[in-house]
């Protein structure tokens, strides 16, 4: 396939996105579209400066955004610590094979039931909810990225004096298996981000609450509003994790 | 010099292995190695690929315990100094440390200030002629630059033995020549004796005070030391004396390589 320059790629994408919501908009206002169940792309604008000025906004986002940033740390930090105990110590390894397996598999939204039975619907039930999610992807990929690294490394910090389990995991096991640990951390950013408004549906407050609420009133301009809300918090997540990885991984290329 | 053969070890011998066995499970690739060697002295040891010549090495540096048999290494010479390192035939840099951090990798807990650990890491590479790199990250350097950061890195421990596994076996042949040039230069700087396993016979003669040849009797029977040649040519301009020819094609019929010279009826 032959490629595209670049500024032409950008200008087809921009256009596109914008012929769509044109055509959007189009459709509703010639009556293709019911406006009771989509609603004016125009109208978004001032939805969104009335959620602001009200206040409901920040608040909302500043909800979603606590339990979402404590369920992130939680579940990477736990997630990463026992992905790479386990690529590094064979026993605590098999220990932990079978129940890993047995319980990866089960998607975060189904623990709903008992973060609220042992939580109540609460942030911290919203909090173990995105934990849950954010775990598993930095467990595996952790797992890997250390198993992966180079037995010559080892020997190499053998042959210099730093052969024991500590010298080892901060000199070699880390920083080697760097790219795939930020990889995980990157993904799970993502999927935690997905999982907030899940959990949040069931009462907990956030942005997944507010939109729940906006819905029962058929008001699907604040819908959308949160929609993209979060499209535009994960780009913010996204961009600023990047540069911190690019930074971190700069010996790479 | 110590006798190779000698059944004590030497007492001056910085390294000595008495009766070394060494093998995978139950096959036995290497038996019955004796070898001595001197404060200072240059090591080759020579061999077919597969007759246990790496492996050997890392008994000797005590990164693999022998099956049967025993080494002796001594301990480290002055303070904040380890008794032996290594060049590998891969660099093995970390890509992750800059060159500097690279070198320094030996220094770190030996009790050095970070300001000494640095300096210390300047010095081998500055003789390897690289300290404007210094702050380089190992993948814009070219494979020579690299190993001669590997080699930075195991001088910068001030080591009694450096143990050399095939160096410069990897590198094109314009810069394993000059590296060979750099490492006979490096000798005389250098207080550690060296123990250098190559399957260039040419390399080994060029380089070393004595080869060993490491060979197998015959198919069935794990390789020993097959020869042992002290190369008493003067370390300038080796390659172009009467008695180097003569060292390589003694070597070469003990490794039981074709030596097409001799084979092709004239």
């Known amino acids: 396939m032959k490629r595209l320059a670049r500024h032409r790629r950008t200008l087809i994408s921009a256009a596109s996105l914008v012929g769509l919501v044109a055509l959007w908009e189009l459709a509703l206002r010639l009556g293709w579209l019911p406006g009771n169940l989509v609603p004016l792309p125009s109208s978004i604008p001032a939805v969104l400066w009335a959620e602001i000025h009200d206040g409901i906004w920040l608040e909302v986002v500043l909800a979603s955004l606590s339990h979402y940033s404590v369920g992130l740390a939680i579940g990477s930090v736990l997630g990463i610590a026992v992905g790479v105990a386990a690529a590094l110590v064979p026993t605590f390894d098999a220990a932990q094979s079978w129940l890993a397996r047995l319980l990866r598999p089960i998607p975060p939204l189904a623990w709903i039931p008992f973060a609220i039975i042992w939580f109540g619907v609460t942030e911290t039930a919203a909090a173990f909810i995105i934990s849950i999610g954010v775990f598993w992807i930095n467990y595996f990929t952790s797992y890997s990225a250390v198993r992966a690294v180079d037995d010559g490394y080892y020997e190499v910090a053998q042959a210099f004096g730093q052969g024991r389990f500590t010298a080892r995991l901060a000199k070699i096991s880390l920083p080697a298996a760097a790219p795939g640990i930020l990889g995980g951390l990157r993904a799970g950013l993502g999927q935690g981000w997905m999982t907030v408004v899940a959990a949040e549906l069931f009462g907990i407050p956030g942005i997944g609450q507010r939109m729940m609420e906006a819905s029962g009133l058929l008001a699907t301009d604040v819908v959308v509003v949160y929609m993209l809300t979060i499209a535009a918090l994960y780009a913010l997540f996204d961009f600023l994790f990047m540069s911190i990885q690019r930074r971190a991984l700069r010996w790479q290329n | ?266």
């Not at chain 2, 066995?21 to 020579?46: K, N």
């Not at chain 2, 890195?153 to 076996?169: G, N």
């Not at chain 2, 020993?224 to 190369?231: A, F, S």
């Open chain 2, 1 to 266: 010099m110590a006798e190779l053969t000698s059944p004590s070890p030497a007492a001056d011998a910085v390294l000595s292995a008495r009766g070394v066995r060494l093998g995978f499970a139950g096959d036995v690739v290497l038996d019955g190695v004796d070898l001595d060697v001197a404060p200072r002295e240059f090591v080759a040891v020579v061999g077919a690929s597969g007759v246990g010549k790496s492996t050997l090495l890392r008994a000797l540096a005590g990164l693999l315990t022998p099956q049967h048999g025993e080494v002796h290494l001594s301990a480290a010479g002055e303070p904040a100094s380890r008794a032996w390192s290594m060049v590998f035939q891969a660099p093995r840099l970390f890509p992750w440390r800059r060159v500097r951090a690279n070198v320094e990798l030996g220094l770190e807990g030996l009790g050095l200030s970070r300001a000494e650990r640095r300096a210390r890491a300047m010095a081998p590479l500055e003789l390897v002629g690289l300290a404007p790199l210094a702050e380089r990250w190992p993948r814009t350097l070219s494979g020579g630059q690299q190993q001669r950061v590997g080699i930075a890195r195991a001088l910068a421990v001030k080591p009694r033995v450096l143990f050399m596994d095939e160096p410069f076996s990897a590198l094109d042949a314009l810069t394993r020549q000059r590296l060979q040039g750099e490492l006979a230069e490096l000798r005389r700087r250098s207080d550690a004796a060296i123990v250098f396993v190559t399957h260039d016979i040419e390399e080994a003669v060029l380089l070393a005070d004595r080869v060993v040849v490491l060979a197998r009797p015959d198919e069935h029977t794990p390789a020993g030391v097959r020869d042992i040649v002290t190369i008493d040519l003067p370390l300038d301009q080796r390659r172009a004396q009467a008695g180097f020819r003569d060292h390589v094609q003694r070597l070469e019929r003990h490794i039981g390589v074709a030596v097409t010279h001799e084979e092709t009826p004239s």
